[in-house]
């Protein structure tokens, strides 16, 4: 149960921020900015993968949650509560919003500008490059892992200051879900369902496919030698193991 409040608490505080940065950019007429909305996400996304990532991992988000499952780094049973706990949250923040702000038009909800399936695109490419750093890094080795919270908190401020001016840089469902519930406005939701889940996915299939098998290739070959009297083999070997690729 810890783990699952932990979620509701850490998206709650994630959208709250991301979706109220961009809320106070909105009805201040641009004194956040493009770049500081940016930083607000991926600086709280920092903090809150320390807060909680020893109790829940600090996923705080639906389709970072099914990419985990997908790549076995937790089981499925799982999965529902941690999204449900994570939509909530969402939604929550939505709420709290648009009562702090009630003459703000969207609540800071994520809408595509420039067309629906340019907004797809770039969400899908983002949160493809979002799991692919969370994956790297998180189920790396423990000095890497020491640095998981500013590696991925520089990689939401990346995508945002990208994809925020064209689709709203969300790649979360639960930060579009909750302003989306609160304005009670549905039309492009879709978007930021499908492309973080899709975009997470396809790196699954990238690093099952292509990573990992190339991994355990090489690590098969060279468990064919002495490994502890050959050093380049023993070294690739304790290399590829360290960084968590097999």
Same mark, same amino acid.
């Given at each position: 149960m810890k783990k699952y409040i932990a979620e509701f608490i850490a998206t709650f505080i994630l959208i709250f921020c991301a979706a109220g940065s961009a809320t106070v950019n909105e009805i201040t007429n641009g004194s956040v900015s493009l770049v500081g909305c940016a930083l607000v996400s991926g600086l709280i996304?920092? $903090?809150? &993968?320390?807060?909680?990532?020893? &109790? /829940? @991992?600090a996923h705080i988000n639906p389709a970072v949650t099914i990419a985990f499952a997908l790549n076995k780094n937790m089981q499925w049973k799982f999965v529902l509560p941690y999204i449900t706990s994570q939509l909530l949250g969402?939604?929550?923040?939505?709420?709290?919003?648009?009562?702090?702000?009630p003459l703000s038009a969207t609540v800071g909800a994520t809408l595509p500008i420039s067309g629906e399936l340019q907004s797809?695109?770039? =969400? &899908?490419? +983002?949160?493809?490059?979002?799991?692919?750093? &969370?994956?790297?890094?998180? +189920?790396? /080795?423990k000095e890497t892992g020491m640095f998981a919270g500013i590696a991925i908190g520089f990689v939401i401020i990346a995508n945002i200051i990208l994809a @925020? %001016?064209? /689709?709203?840089? /969300?790649?979360? %469902? $639960?930060?579009s879900l909750g302003p989306a519930v609160a304005n009670n406005y549905y039309e492009h939701l879709w978007i930021y369902f499908a492309g973080p889940v899709i975009g997470t996915t396809c790196?699954?299939?990238?690093?099952?496919?292509?990573?990992?098998? =190339?991994?355990?290739?090489?690590?098969?070959?060279?468990?064919?030698?002495p490994v502890n009297t050959i050093t380049t083999s023993g070294a690739i070997y304790r290399a590829l193991y360290k960084a968590g690729i097999f």
């Open positions: 996304v920092m $903090a809150l &993968i320390y807060a909680v990532g020893d &109790i /829940s @991992g969402g939604v929550a923040a939505g709420f709290l919003l648009k009562f702090l702000f797809l695109i770039l =969400e &899908i490419i +983002t949160s493809f490059i979002l799991m692919f750093v &969370i994956l790297r890094v998180a +189920t790396g /080795s @925020g %001016p064209v /689709s709203g840089g /969300s790649m979360n %469902p $639960a930060r790196f699954f299939i990238f690093n099952f496919k292509v990573i990992k098998q =190339e991994a355990e290739f090489i690590i098969k070959f060279f468990k064919g030698f």
